[in-house]
């Protein structure tokens, strides 16, 4: 309700990009999962109101550079690569040539993973990952191997979950990618330390808000869309002014 309101009442269009946090895509019930039809309805409302949805790689590039960042930008991410990534999101995303990181716990792959929810869900295997990064506009990225919560790690096992993912990823395409997602969106000073020293460009966490020229790079907020986006009216305040001023408001 609170985010329906401040989208009537506030500025519409400011120099600030929206990076969205998707999980899992079916029909499963748990409340990370989005089901298809909001999904190819969010999909359509980006395209239908004149969003720049743009790689998340090129908008680095934008942030690093001191670019100022159009208007209703968007980058698409996905965490944890469930296996409703690969059977309704990646169809539509390869189908419409839509630009989206899809970032692995490598050591998970073919597994599955218990949310606080208690659903296990079934992850993919590395045919359907390969699938995903081998088509254009579409990027696999290491999201860790075991998908541990940084705060709980010591400096070298975060160095070997941080190279350890990497090396898979760089050994299944061929080349190093220098973009990372925190598992559960946790870090720690010694996270950044050892992103920083391995060569990384930009790490992104789970904390809501937009992202600005300017921003460290190493901790990018990002605004996750689970079950509750149920309307189009949320999920556009998750995209601007609204979800920033929530988020300032709740850190302040």
Partial sequence: MILRILLALGPKNIHAASILLYHNIGR???YLTVTPENFVAQINFLHDRGYHVVSLRD???DLRHGHTIKS???ALTFDDGFC???EFAFPLLSQHHIPATFFIATGLVGKSLRLSSGHDLPLMGWEQIWEIGSTPHLEVAPHSKSHGEFTALGYDKILDEVRGSRAAVEEKFG???NLFAYPRGKWTPEAIEILKAEGFDAVVTVHQGLVRAGDDPFILHRDT?????????LFEARLGWP?????KLLHC
């Fill in 28 to 30: 499963d019930g748990a």
């Fill in 59 to 61: 908008l680095i590039d």
């Fill in 243 to 247: 979800i920033d001023f929530m988020a």
């Fill in 84 to 86: 409703g990534q690969y």
């Fill in 225 to 233: 869309i689970d079950s509750s986006v149920t309307d189009l009216k």
């Fill in 72 to 74: 209703k930008t968007v």
């Fill in 175 to 177: 080349h190093r990618s």
